[in-house]
């Protein structure tokens, strides 16, 4: 085995990376992961100063990155992003969809029961989670299908293959993310060829803005429901976001080549504990 093959099986040197939901705590520290392999790196997100934070974190250890403005709603912005790399960079390699979240409207509330849910809010966190996903893949999956290659990373969520209490609305939006990232990589496989790959990543529970208040009390000590999750995590912790890094750069990189279709948990064992 030659000395550079780690280098150069799971490398990115040269390559553009998108990822959407930049400026959040796991796209940002996926988006680190590929910087750090090699990767030129364009942070999407709707808010500047979280992405201008995110790029000077990624530069400052190294890396290269840019941030841009964009809704992954948004098709006029969307492609607009992907006329402005295709100037500057005359190539897109990767995508990352880490855009998306959970809506508390779509959340049954304790002692609430699921008829009474309301269908706007489940719209609405379904066309954030899947939408989301579903648009950047057209509008950049589009350059990689047509230079015959590239890389795309979902986002998953235990709640797509768990029944987890209370969060229907999100549960239901992985769920359909799950199928379409096996449905896009079979279909992208067959008609551009398989150098054109699709996967997902699932992660376990990470502490983040929109959950911390759920997971953690004031004090920074575990709530219940916080509780109730650790107890049926073999790895007895929360995840740290950098740990998914790892994950997303394998995914992108030669050493995954013959990986497409497959949802990758980062759970510390929450998948496969029985609680028992």
Request: net charge negative.
């Amino acid at each position: 085995m030659p000395a550079d093959w780690l280098r150069e099986q799971f490398g990115l040197d040269g390559q553009v990376a998108i990822v959407t939901g930049g400026g959040g705590a796991l796209g940002s520290a996926m988006a680190h992961g590929l910087a750090q392999a090699g990767a030129r790196v364009v942070l999407l997100g709707r808010t500047q100063t979280r992405l201008d934070q995110a790029v000077a974190d990624i530069t400052r250890a190294g890396g290269d990155a840019i941030g841009l403005v964009a809704d992954v709603h948004d098709r006029a912005q969307l492609v607009s992003v992907r006329d402005e790399l295709g100037a500057r960079f005359g190539r897109i390699d990767i995508l990352i969809n880490a855009a998306g979240g959970n809506v508390p409207a779509a959340t049954l509330p304790p002692g609430d029961a699921v008829f009474d849910l309301p269908l706007e809010a489940l719209r609405e966190v379904v066309d954030l989670n899947l939408f989301g996903t579903i648009l950047p893949c057209q509008i950049f999956g589009q350059v990689m299908a047509e230079s015959g290659g590239g890389a795309i990373i979902n986002m998953s969520s235990m709640t797509a293959s768990r029944a987890i209490s209370r969060v229907i609305g999100y549960s239901a939006a992985k769920a359909a993310v799950e199928n379409f990232t096996r449905w896009l990589a079979v279909e992208l496989a067959r008609t551009y060829g398989e150098g054109l790959r699709v996967n997902a990543i699932a992660p376990g529970f990470f502490i983040g803005d929109q959950n911390r208040a759920l997971l953690l009390d004031a004090q920074g000590e575990l709530t219940e429901r916080g509780s109730q999750i650790i107890a049926h995590t073999p790895a007895g912790r929360f995840g740290l976001a950098e740990e998914l890094a790892g994950t997303a750069v394998w995914l992108c990189s030669p050493a995954a080549r013959f990986v497409t279709g497959s949802v990758i948990p980062v759970d510390g064992g929450f998948g496969a504990s029985s609680g028992v």
